[in-house]
């Protein structure tokens, strides 16, 4: 969308698509166009030949690739949940292209190892999510169990996120409907659960001290899927990252807490990012 000199590139959640960022597309002001795209196995875009092709090494570099096509030589990259390791990885191989991160609700990797795990880190957590992960992928009627009961959740998932962040129930509440009906899809299903052994496969860590390029770095409080404690370690280990920790968010700050998400981006864009 848009067709300004400035490109930011959105790099999405796992299972997110382009809805989710629908408050700050409509933020922008003119001189920005915005480029999305479905992960490998997706939605949209058709699986690799082999399910090893499905990496977040992979998705950086589509994420480039798609730069290429467009005949885009820098954009800010902006990553949420699984987009922040797609987007910090593509800053760590092409440094060049990356004129800025964006960094909402995400980690650095590994993400077994602190999934679900808020406060206290449990020894061999990892390795039990594996192993479910891949129970759940080998015997299709659990599978299909759990897409038959996961839209009952979306109720008491929007009266929680209402709970901590006062957040519109009507938007969430579209949102989560969408997104549960997209992910458990037949198609579209067992290349999420192989997504997510993958994101636990992948580690950033040790490079990310050596990212140059400018970044914001946002978290909540209540995220259970990527604690903030990771966006923290995040932001302490970038070179030239802001932190902005929000007390009454979870792991959709943008679309709960958009009064203070929207400003703060909209500020990195025309102070910080290197175009």
């Known amino acids: 969308e848009g067709d300004g000199p400035r490109t930011l590139i959105l790099a999405n959640g796992l299972g997110g698509r382009l809805y989710a960022w629908e408050p700050l597309v409509r933020a922008l002001p ?22 090893r092709w499905m990496s977040v090494d992979e998705h950086a570099d589509d994420a480039i690739a798609i730069l290429d096509a467009e005949g885009i030589d820098r954009a800010v990259f902006c990553g949420w949940s699984m987009g922040v390791q797609v987007s910090l990885e593509a800053a760590s191989q092409h440094p060049e292209r990356v004129a800025g991160l964006v960094l909402l609700n995400g980690t650095y990797g590994h993400v077994f190892s602190s999934g679900f795990q808020p406060f206290v880190r449990l ?40 709970l901590i962040s006062g957040a519109d129930t009507v938007a969430m509440g579209a949102l989560l409907r969408r997104y549960l009906r997209e992910v458990f899809s037949a198609s579209t299903f067992p290349n999420y659960l192989r997504l997510f052994q993958e994101l636990d496969a992948h580690s950033v860590l040790h490079h990310l001290r050596d990212i140059d390029a400018p970044a914001l770095v946002a978290s909540g409080a209540w995220d259970w899927l990527t604690p ?46 290197r175009w």
């Open 30 to 51: 003119e001189g920005y166009r915005v480029i999305s795209w479905d992960y490998r196995g997706l939605f949209d875009s058709s699986p690799p030949s082999g399910r």
């Open 123 to 162: 020894p061999f957590a990892g390795q039990w999510m594996h192993a479910l992960v891949e129970y759940v992928a080998d015997n299709p009627p659990v599978a299909r169990a759990i897409a038959a009961l996961a839209p009952r959740f979306a109720h008491p998932a929007v009266g929680l996120f209402w």
């Open 228 to 273: 903030a404690y990771q966006s923290a370690r995040i932001a302490q280990r970038l070179p030239h990252a802001e932190y902005l920790p929000l007390r009454r968010a979870s792991h959709f700050v943008l679309l709960e807490r958009p009064e203070v998400i929207i400003p703060a981006v909209l500020r990195f864009l025309e102070g910080r990012a």
